[in-house]
């Protein structure tokens, strides 16, 4: 019998694409090359399925130029490299990862907060390039984490994972903005309390952005929302390029508007605003909030067994818009 044909768009552990080669016809990318759209686009004719990264966008011109697809799964909890709604009108389910990366995720954000309250990667750069010389009483004085209140806009499962850190870990007080508020419960268990966005800014000793990116959410902190946070605060961006306009923050940096920034995510990424590049006081690193080795294991078996259970008819595990399945 003739196996059904997947993409796989970029590479992936082998052991993954081996479990997936042992049902379908493999057109695989384990030299990792980044498609334009056209190539994507050339790649998924005559597909049933692909299993993508954020990447790869899917979109109303792909679908219609690839009528047979019936699956796209996304190896990210984020997915706004598809357009749902187009997928849905085409009867293209998709899939994401979710859960399985919350805590790491939420780890790497607390990772970053510190590194850029206690100014780690500027003190590094300071001593590997051979200035350290002497002790100094405010020689990178940063600023204080534990007791301190931190703002979360975005209180999702990672939001969440976060402020349970923050309250239980570090004796933070906990602020939180998001479209609806949570249950007293879930509250309770994060010690977090709900306010409107401009008073977390104002409030804030450092304020971290998970929010999932959508046209709604489109620069969530411009050149206005920098002018409300206090001058001493940091900022924290685990969520996705887009959520934070990067030149209004490489501007308010460098002016000292706020103290410092911890960056894993970018606009345009993998580019990075150039004079992001130019400013000391901001923490840089290439989108690795969920990576660990188990982690993105995890991520990218999910995402295949997603796939093989929606091709080989069982229900899918985390699919974004099921009512393509009724
Ligand atoms: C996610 O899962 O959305 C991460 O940002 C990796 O893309």
């Not at 389910?93 to 399985?100: C, S």
């Not at 990366?101 to 990667?121: I, K, P, Q, W």
């Not at 933070?172 to 008073?199: F, I, W």
């Not at 800014?201 to 990116?213: Q, S």
Request: with cysteine; charged share 20%.
């Amino acid at each position: 019998m003739t196996q059904a044909s997947i993409l796989v768009a970029r590479a992936i552990f082998p052991e993954v694409l081996a479990q997936l080669q042992q049902v379908f016809d493999v057109d695989h990318n384990q030299d990792d090359v980044v498609m334009s759209p056209a190539e994507l686009q050339a790649r998924m004719q005559g597909k049933v399925g692909a299993l993508t990264t954020g990447s790869e966008r899917i979109d109303a011109p792909l679908l219609q130029a690839c009528p047979g697809l019936k699956i796209v799964a996304n190896m990210a909890v984020g997915y706004n490299n598809f357009d749902v709604d187009a997928m849905t009108r085409a009867g293209v389910l998709a899939t994401n990862t979710p859960d399985v990366l919350t805590e790491t995720t939420a780890d790497f954000g607390f990772a970053l907060l510190m590194a850029t309250a206690r100014r780690v990667t500027e003190s590094e750069h300071y001593l590997r390039a051979g200035q350290w010389k002497k002790w100094r009483y405010d020689m990178f004085a940063g600023a204080e984490v534990h007791g301190s209140t931190l703002g979360i806009i975005g209180m999702g499962r990672i939001g969440q994972g976060i402020a349970r850190r923050a309250a239980h870990g570090f004796g933070m007080q906990v602020l939180y903005h998001n479209r609806s508020r949570l249950s007293p419960e879930l509250e309770g268990a994060c010690k977090a309390r709900y306010v409107d966005k401009a008073t977390l800014l104002r409030e804030a000793d450092h304020v971290m952005l998970v929010v999932p990116y959508s046209a709604a959410s489109h620069h969530t902190i411009g050149a206005h929302e920098l002018t409300l946070m206090k001058p001493t605060a940091t900022l924290i961006n685990i969520a996705r390029g887009g959520i934070v306009d990067d030149a209004a923050l490489a501007q308010a940096l460098k002016a000292r508007r706020i103290a410092a920034a911890g960056l894993d995510v970018f606009e345009g990424e993998p580019q990075v605003h150039p004079e992001l590049l130019t400013v000391p006081n901001v923490v840089l690193t290439p989108h690795i909030a969920s990576a660990t080795t188990q982690t993105r294991m995890a991520m990218a078996q999910l995402a295949a067994d997603n796939l093989m259970d929606h091709l080989l008819r069982a229900q899918p595990r985390t699919p974004i818009n099921p009512e393509v399945l009724r």
